[in-house]
């Protein structure tokens, strides 16, 4: 069998998806074995620019030149992976999207602002078809393998859609409520073992909600905290503003 | 001889974290046009943070940038802290300063062993090298996981820290966890010894020399400073880090529209050689050894030789990180120290109005962030001035004193120089493009 050609790309974001390929060490090297990396401008001077068995794609669509881009790479790819929280559910950089956006130009590049076209953050699907999704700020590293093996065998992968309180309780942790602070993990979908709260910090919902939230056991645990709606609304906001954008 | 004209585009700069162009003209034998342009898409992260609360500000700002993540989360943590009156406690900052050595280390080897080394082989990337050199290969990745693997005990994960938060830590290390460091630091400093020796017969580097300032943390102790100091230069200035915006001086210059700094002269840099430059004599005495050994004395003002100092600055951050965990084994930690804050909904830290900077030294030189916060504790101004947009400036200028010296050498050795000569920066410029402007030709 021939191996599947792969390019690597990154829009709006900190790349830092791309660096936990990196950071899985010499096992990088196995995955290296059953593909063969075409274009990886993060780590290599070589270019292709020709059709792609799979493309893996990091990062928000910000600007008018990305739409143009991802298009691009669209179309020579067979199978197209959004990969990271920027481009599954447009992650942090959806939070300009509560802006006007005048405004938060002239406020971060003062009067040359006109320089800097720039359009509502989307997810990747929401410009162009995604065959696989793998979230997280950043994706968890199992999680990765697991969709990779999927999409080199061509079948699907389904992302969990039962909120992170399922592996966060087989972890054993101590519920964030019960600590007196909030928490996002109710609504957000598992996938990544409860790593955020493992290490004693808060989910924040990176990895997109569920598509069938329990809202009603969410009231109730607020009121029960006496913790503001607002208050959670503006947390989800953090990743989640882009879910706005999605046709209903 | 006949004048020379020189068109390079290099577009999408490869090998370095973020998209940037590298634009050179030359017409009969003159620079005419050299520019470093950024071309990521802006994210606007200053203006996205108003109205969050400071709790989140280390959350959001470590999304900066995948590569410098838990330096980010330093600097936003540190101002913060300062803006709210916190004091860390000897060990917060204790913690703080080994979180800091993993940085440095885990982005210093992947910019050696795997962004740059290439260059010095001449090859491409590390992809060819796994044809006959696959154990090279495997020593990079395999010390890049080591760091990942230790941040993964110190605060969940290396890109974006989990546990690393204003007030101090949500989970701190058990015994065994500050064995199973001691281990890693241990094997690390096998694979960096073997790894050093292997490299030592192709370090050479273009010898190429432009004087300029160069800018970091100072102090008065003995301690090589990089979590906390004054800001100092070479040309002798020191200022409280309060006063950043006159370290900073930005500034739009007429042939580019990318924003530069200046101090006491046109440009200055920051980043590994700025430090060594400015504190070499109290670096760890392995780490001078090497510095001896490599040929570096301060004030070097080869550019190219920032690889160099990375490579000090390496062993520098494995020496102090293990004598950092020793004394943290020697010493038991207190467990009562670790804090569940959330958004600080409970009101456990008390918030003020207030106004605070962080000054830290990351892997690519100094970092601010600058918040300003209401008595609510919610951000009404965020201002973070990072290492390459302060190092742009200088990397132009080392170009326009490059080019016209290497003109004669055919084309492609003239880009690989340039090209290099930018790549010794390890620019990021993720992290630059939330405040460089774009160049966008019309």
């Known amino acids: ?248 | 001889m006949k004048k020379k004209d020189l068109k390079i585009r290099v577009e999408y700069l490869t090998r370095v974290e973020g998209h940037g162009n590298i634009v050179i003209d030359v017409a009969q034998g003159k620079l005419e046009t050299c520019r470093l342009e950024i071309v990521e898409s802006p994210r606007f992260f200053e203006g996205m943070l108003r109205g969050r609360s400071i709790f989140e500000a280390q959350h959001i700002t470590s999304r900066i940038c995948g590569i410098c993540a838990c330096g980010h989360s330093l600097a936003s943590i540190q101002a913060a802290e300062d803006a709210l009156g916190i004091v860390p406690t000897k060990q917060t900052i204790l913690l703080r300063k080994l979180l800091l050595h993993l940085e440095l280390l885990d982005s210093h080897l992947l910019h050696i062993y795997l962004l740059v080394a290439p260059d010095l082989l001449g090859v491409k990337s590390f992809v060819p090298l796994l044809e006959g050199n696959e154990d090279v290969v495997r020593r990079a990745l395999r010390m890049k996981k080591t760091c990942n693997d230790l941040c993964d005990i110190l605060v969940g994960r290396h890109v974006h820290p989990i546990s690393a938060i204003v007030g101090g830590f949500t989970k701190l290390p058990r015994p065994k966890d500050l064995d199973a460091m001691l281990d890693l630091l241990a094997g690390l400093r096998d694979d960096m010894e073997e790894a050093t020796i292997a490299l030592k017969p192709y370090f050479t580097f273009p010898a190429f020399e432009r004087d300029t300032e160069y800018v970091g943390l100072v102090s008065d102790d003995g301690e090589y400073p990089l979590l906390t100091g004054d800001v100092g230069s070479t040309d002798g200035v020191r200022m409280t880090k309060k006063e950043y915006r006159n370290v900073t001086n930005e500034f739009v210059v007429p042939h580019s529209s990318a924003k530069h700094s200046k101090l006491s002269r046109e440009s200055y840099a920051v980043g590994a050689l700025a430090r060594f430059n400015l504190n070499a004599d109290k670096l760890h005495v392995r780490a001078q050894h090497v510095a001896a050994e490599i040929g570096l004395v301060p004030k070097c003002i080869n550019p190219y030789m920032n690889t160099a100092a990375q490579l000090v600055e390496c062993v520098h951050c494995l020496e102090d990180a293990i004598a950092i965990v020793e004394t943290l084994k020697a010493n038991p930690l207190n467990y009562d120290e670790e804090i569940v804050v959330g958004l600080n909904e409970q009101r456990k830290i008390p918030v003020r109005a207030g106004s605070g900077v962080g000054a830290v030294e990351v892997p690519r030189g100094i970092l601010f962030h600058h918040y300003e916060i209401d008595d609510n504790g919610i951000i009404t101004d965020a201002n973070c001035v990072i290492p390459t947009n302060q190092n742009t400036g200088n990397i132009e200028y080392d170009l326009m004193k490059l080019v016209p010296e290497i003109l004669d050498r055919k084309d492609d050795e003239i880009v690989l120089a340039v090209e290099m000569l930018v790549r010794a920066y390890d620019p990021c410029i993720s992290c630059s493009a939330h405040c460089l402007k774009v160049d966008i030709k019309r």
Request: glycine share 8%; net charge neutral; hydrophobic share 35%.
């Open chain 1, 1 to 248: 069998m021939k191996k599947p050609k792969v390019g690597i790309f990154d829009f709006a974001c900190c790349e830092g998806c791309q660096l936990q390929l990196a950071n899985m060490g010499e096992q990088v090297l196995s995955l290296l074995g059953s593909l063969r990396v075409m274009e990886w401008r993060e780590v290599m001077s070589e270019t292709w620019g020709k059709k792609l068995d799979i493309a893996i794609v990091e990062g928000s669509i910000t600007d008018p030149h990305a739409v143009e881009r991802i298009q691009r790479i669209r179309r020579r790819a067979s199978v197209l992976i959004a990969y990271g929280s920027c481009a599954t559910i447009g992650g942090v950089n959806g939070m300009k999207n509560n802006f006007v956006f005048d405004e938060i130009r002239k406020y971060v590049y003062g009067d040359s602002y006109a320089f800097f076209p720039t359009e509502p953050t989307k997810a990747v699907h929401q410009v162009v078809e995604v065959d696989y999704f793998i979230h997280g700020c950043p994706v968890y590293i199992p999680e990765v393998v697991t969709v990779l093996k999927a999409a080199l065998q061509g079948i699907p992968y389904y992302v969990p859609d039962y909120p992170v309180c399922v592996e966060c309780k087989l972890n054993e942790n101590v519920c964030m409520y019960d600590r007196k602070v909030t928490c996002l993990g109710p609504v957000t979908r598992a996938g990544c073992n409860s790593w955020c709260i493992n290490n004693g910090n808060i989910c924040y919902g990176c990895r997109g909600m569920v598509s069938n939230p329990n809202e009603k056991g969410a009231l109730d645990v607020l009121a029960k905290y006496g913790i503001p709606t607002s208050l959670v609304v503006n947390k989800m906001n953090m990743y989640n503003k882009c879910r706005e954008l999605d046709e209903p």
